[in-house]
């Protein structure tokens, strides 16, 4: 491990010192992805510019798509942060003047010798670690006191959710960050009273209790959990026996559930000089963006207090979508086998949260592991795909996605555990057919196997 994280860092310091030297008196244009991930990943970019006092545009972006590509100014410098390893062949048929990526998405075809590439795909051993953490490696390449962005590389590190496997490199990022971990149960926020953190849960998802008030003081009832002077103590003010009572409780909403975990590390963050749930400022950063509002996300990053405000008012109209997405994606029909499920929500689920509804199903513990949920929602004239794997182990549900897009036509991107799509609206019966058909027959590979 310890060659591959030095591999991986060389690479890093070589790019780095490229880019150094060839950007001097450049302007600069960085595309990055819309997520936390991206957006984290902008902001330590960005102010790490400012700093050399580079010029730079910055364009955040749902996706990638040649239309898109080939409109790019082809006399910048073009910098894409967490996305782009799936486009590489429209990067270069765009004949761009100078290509640097710096992503850990899964590589789709062979990468071209004159883009500046930075992935841990490359390498033989990967490594789990987000574009954030990677942008923040290179921008300490470019300047050693870019230290001080560790914790937005953190931020970018849990809204991908790599905080369950921390390897060398994530360690290092944390230390440098100085972010503080407790053990606790895995909902969030962990710094609000009780009953308000339950009833908005959706990592993880508590059956009869997120999004209904009375389930939630039913289960602090039952984990014996009473209000002091009319409020109730937050995740972290509970001592061990409260917290060992209310785990309790929680494993007994899902008892047919396969040891789910949901006890696990709380991370707390310095932002605005107070301790914060990193969960909660990722949360809020993905929910700015999916309402169409990146630059409050990058304001919410930079500690900005009007952007907080804002920040605050957004995600709370975002947990209020996800509960009726929830409680939608529980009523529809669906299209159910074996270990598979989809959701065709059309126009009933926003396409901004399809991909979030996914991630909540596949961290329930309503769906046994191993089982693909796919969720599907309008996009304009096209449909927005996202499957997700319920627990750690399952088939490659990017390969999955790909064979079927590439036949039918349309985008795909992401990884094993987690990929997208979007296919035009006139597809959709193709592609459910197809899907549904695609993941019986792996069902039976399975099963004979």
Same mark, same amino acid.
């Given at each position: 491990?310890?060659?591959?994280?030095?591999?991986?860092?060389?690479?890093?310091?070589?790019?780095?010192?490229?880019?150094?030297?060839?950007?001097?008196?450049?302007? *600069?244009?960085?595309?990055?992805?819309?997520?936390?991930?991206?957006?984290?990943?902008?902001?330590?970019?960005?102010?790490?510019?400012?700093?050399?006092?580079?010029?730079?545009?910055?364009?955040?972006?749902?996706?990638?798509?040649? !239309?898109?590509?080939?409109?790019?100014?082809?006399?910048?410098?073009?910098?894409?942060? %967490?996305?782009?390893?799936?486009?590489?062949?429209?990067?270069?048929?765009?004949?761009?003047?100078?290509?640097?990526?710096?992503?850990?998405?899964?590589?789709?075809?062979?990468?071209?010798?004159?883009?500046?590439?930075?992935?841990?795909?490359?390498?033989?051993?990967?490594?789990?670690?987000?574009?954030?953490?990677?942008?923040?490696?290179?921008?300490?390449?470019? %300047?050693?006191?870019?230290?001080?962005? #560790?914790?937005?590389?953190?931020?970018?590190?849990?809204?991908?959710?790599?905080?369950?496997?921390? %390897?060398?490199?994530?360690?290092?990022?944390?230390?440098?960050? &100085?972010?503080?971990?407790?053990?606790?149960?895995?909902?969030?926020?962990?710094?609000?009273?009780?009953?308000?953190?339950?009833?908005?849960?959706?990592?993880?998802?508590?059956?009869?209790?997120?999004?209904?008030?009375?389930?939630?003081?039913?289960?602090?009832?039952?984990?014996?959990?009473?209000?002091?002077?009319?409020?109730?103590?937050?995740?972290?003010?509970?001592?061990?026996?409260?917290? &060992?009572?209310?785990?309790?409780?929680?494993?007994?909403?899902?008892?047919?559930?396969?040891?789910?975990?949901?006890?696990?590390?709380?991370?707390?963050?310095?932002?605005?000089?107070?301790?914060?749930?990193?969960? &909660?400022?990722? #949360?809020?950063?993905?929910?700015?963006?999916?309402?169409?509002?990146?630059?409050?996300?990058?304001?919410?990053?930079?500690? *900005?207090?009007?952007?907080?405000?804002?920040?605050?008012?957004?995600?709370?109209?975002?947990?209020?979508?996800?509960?009726?997405?929830?409680?939608? #994606?529980?009523?529809?029909?669906?299209?159910?086998?074996?270990?598979?499920?989809?959701?065709?929500?059309?126009?009933?689920?926003? %396409?901004?949260?399809?991909?979030?509804?996914?991630?909540?199903?596949?961290?329930?513990?309503?769906?046994?592991?191993?089982? *693909?949920?796919?969720?599907?929602?309008?996009?304009?004239?096209?449909?927005?795909?996202?499957?997700?794997?319920?627990?750690?182990?399952?088939?490659?549900?990017?390969?999955?996605?790909?064979?079927?897009?590439?036949?039918?036509?349309?985008?795909?991107?992401?990884? #094993?555990?987690?990929?997208?799509?979007?296919?035009?609206?006139?597809?959709? &019966?193709?592609?459910?057919?197809?899907? !549904?058909?695609?993941?019986?027959?792996?069902?039976?590979?399975?099963?004979?196997?």
């Amino acid at each position: 491990m310890e060659e591959v994280n030095s591999t991986l860092k060389e690479r890093i310091k070589q790019v780095a010192n490229k880019f150094l030297k060839n950007s001097k008196n450049q302007e *600069i244009q960085i595309i990055s992805h819309f997520d936390t991930d991206g957006i984290t990943s902008a902001t330590i970019m960005l102010q790490s510019l400012k700093k050399l006092d580079q010029k730079f545009t910055l364009k955040i972006v749902k996706s990638l798509d040649e !239309k898109f590509i080939q409109s790019l100014n082809k006399e910048k410098i073009t910098l894409f942060l %967490d996305l782009a390893s799936g486009s590489l062949n429209h990067i270069k048929n765009a004949e761009l003047k100078e290509v640097y990526i710096i992503d850990h998405h899964e590589i789709s075809s062979e990468i071209p010798e004159e883009i500046n590439f930075i992935n841990p795909e490359i390498f033989q051993e990967k490594q789990r670690i987000s574009g954030a953490g990677l942008t923040y490696l290179f921008c300490k390449e470019l %300047d050693p006191t870019n230290k001080e962005f #560790a914790k937005l590389a953190i931020l970018g590190m849990i809204g991908d959710s790599h905080e369950k496997e921390i %390897d060398t490199l994530n360690h290092e990022i944390l230390d440098e960050g &100085e972010i503080i971990r407790k053990k606790g149960l895995l909902i969030y926020p962990s710094t609000r009273p009780l009953n308000r953190t339950l009833e908005y849960s959706s990592y993880p998802y508590i059956p009869e209790v997120t999004g209904n008030i009375k389930g939630v003081l039913e289960l602090l009832r039952e984990a014996g959990l009473k209000p002091e002077d009319g409020k109730y103590k937050s995740l972290i003010e509970l001592n061990e026996k409260e917290m &060992e009572k209310l785990t309790t409780a929680v494993m007994l909403r899902s008892p047919d559930s396969k040891n789910r975990e949901i006890v696990g590390k709380i991370f707390l963050i310095k932002l605005f000089n107070k301790l914060e749930d990193a969960r &909660e400022i990722s #949360a809020k950063i993905n929910a700015c963006s999916r309402y169409g509002e990146p630059e409050t996300a990058i304001g919410l990053c930079m500690e *900005i207090p009007k952007a907080k405000r804002k920040a605050e008012s957004i995600h709370v109209k975002h947990r209020q979508s996800i509960i009726a997405g929830l409680k939608t #994606a529980k009523e529809i029909e669906k299209v159910e086998g074996k270990l598979f499920t989809i959701i065709n929500a059309k126009e009933k689920i926003k %396409d901004t949260i399809i991909g979030t509804i996914a991630s909540i199903l596949s961290n329930s513990t309503m769906y046994e592991e191993g089982t *693909i949920i796919t969720t599907m929602g309008y996009c304009e004239d096209k449909i927005k795909i996202s499957s997700r794997i319920a627990g750690r182990n399952g088939r490659n549900v990017r390969e999955l996605l790909s064979r079927i897009i590439n036949e039918i036509g349309g985008e795909v991107g992401g990884h #094993a555990m987690a990929a997208g799509g979007m296919i035009s609206q006139e597809k959709e &019966e193709e592609f459910i057919q197809k899907l !549904k058909k695609q993941l019986e027959i792996e069902m039976v590979k399975v099963v004979q196997e």
